[in-house]
């Protein structure tokens, strides 16, 4: 790494000089158990937070480790992945977590010092950090692996003391803002899953009196189409009767730009940035290439959706695309996927996928119900978004005196 000069008092140094890097277990497919010890993934590291998710693993506790065992202010790393766009990334328990250790595909940071622990996660969560990863994939690592000396090695400016407690200050308040976001935000998810599941699968949608349709008696037909009972007056239909299904134009990595406004979204969500967009209003995106084949997106408003996404866009404008988000679930996605190399989607196997369709009057008063919910969730997102681009911008304006830290 080139070295640049610092303000007075500051240092270069490795991550090995103030932290440990720690392995996680390794274990087999028959050691997986109900419960027991947590075991953390890659996929628990999300937005830089670690969540703990339904499909979790556990090993008895044969297995435990106390160094690998999750303490708080631990950095989890994703040091082997199939995706170039996950190697490195980085999670910091915020919270206290019981019971906990990482994978072998992980690795725990922790800092040698109480001290040190939030700088190191502020630093691990920096674009300097992330530049390192990009340049050691670069330059011939192993495919998608990071070994323990890369992260060891790993060098980064050091303030003094004082300026290192303000800047660790700093840095857990603005942290504690976007965790609280990030909940806000997964509870809001939640709120229109449960919306969508009540209405359209459980079909407790209100009546004409205001009661839960199916609980209170409503009358379900038998529908041959999707061999099942659905209330009377609904419809089968397929997902190209539903929805305009097409793949944007792509642009190449050399034409996104880190200063770009708008979003840009590929198979795995947001790619990076453009000084253009294609699509000025928040769309659902089905990733169509890849190991994330069928994941489901939605983007922010004025961003650039390129060919590796299918738009899923509904033909009734009228009708929330939140419906069709949420409908995705209950489709047979992976029955449309194709390629034995590289998995795909087209819309020739998508768009005869079956979907219930009902009434019309049913579908407006989901989207004029759910409708607040999205507009909520992506207000949150783009404030999360201004406060981590505050987090990133601060490291780069202090190395170059752009900024300095004021101490209480």
Not at 80 to 108: H, P, W, Y
């Amino acid at each position: 790494m080139k070295e640049y000069d610092l303000p007075v008092g500051w240092k270069y140094v490795s991550l090995a000089d103030i932290a440990n890097v720690i392995n996680g277990v390794s274990f087999k497919p028959n050691d997986i158990k109900k419960e027991g010890i947590r075991i953390l993934r890659s996929g628990n590291i999300q937005s830089g937070y670690l969540v703990l998710k339904d499909d979790d693993v556990f090993l008895d506790n044969t297995y435990y480790n106390r160094d690998n065992t999750l303490q708080y202010l631990d950095n989890c790393i994703t040091a082997s992945t199939g995706s170039i766009d996950v190697l490195g990334k980085c999670g910091t328990v915020f919270e206290e977590i019981n019971n906990c250790q990482i994978g072998a595909f992980m690795r725990l940071v922790r800092s040698k010092s109480k001290d040190d622990a939030l700088y190191i996660s502020f630093i691990l969560h920096s674009p300097l950090y992330y530049q390192y990863i990009r340049r050691l994939s670069k330059n011939g690592t192993s495919i998608n692996n990071i070994n323990n000396s890369h992260l060891e090695e790993f060098k980064f400016p050091l303030p003094p003391k004082n300026v290192k407690e303000e800047i660790s200050k700093w840095y857990y308040s603005l942290e504690k803002k976007i965790a609280l976001n990030t909940r806000m935000n997964a509870e809001l998810e939640a709120m229109a899953k449960q919306l969508y599941d009540y209405w359209f699968v459980q079909f407790d949608f209100p009546d004409e009196n205001g009661k839960p349709y199916k609980s209170s008696g409503g009358k379900m037909v038998y529908n041959p189409t999707l061999k099942r009972e659905i209330p009377e007056g609904w419809e089968a239909c397929t997902l190209g009767d539903f929805c305009d299904l097409y793949q944007p134009k792509t642009i190449g990595t050399d034409e996104m730009s880190k200063n770009g406004k708008y979003h840009v979204y590929g198979a795995n969500g947001l790619i990076g940035f453009y000084d253009k967009y294609n699509h000025e209003k928040s769309e659902i995106v089905m990733a169509c290439r890849g190991n994330s084949c069928g994941a489901i997106n939605r983007t922010m408003p004025f961003s650039w959706i390129t060919g590796n996404a299918m738009v899923l866009s509904v033909k009734d404008k009228s009708i929330s695309n939140e419906f069709i988000s949420q409908c995705t679930n209950y489709m047979n996605i992976k029955g449309a996927i194709t390629g034995s190399g590289q998995p795909q989607l087209t819309r020739e196997n998508l768009a005869p996928l079956l979907m219930i369709y009902p009434l019309q009057n049913i579908l407006k008063q989901f989207s004029k119900k759910v409708t607040p919910i999205i507009e909520h969730r992506l207000h949150i997102q783009k404030t999360n978004e201004y406060l981590t681009h505050l987090r990133d911008s601060l490291l780069p304006m202090l190395m170059n005196g752009q900024v300095t830290v004021e101490q209480e």
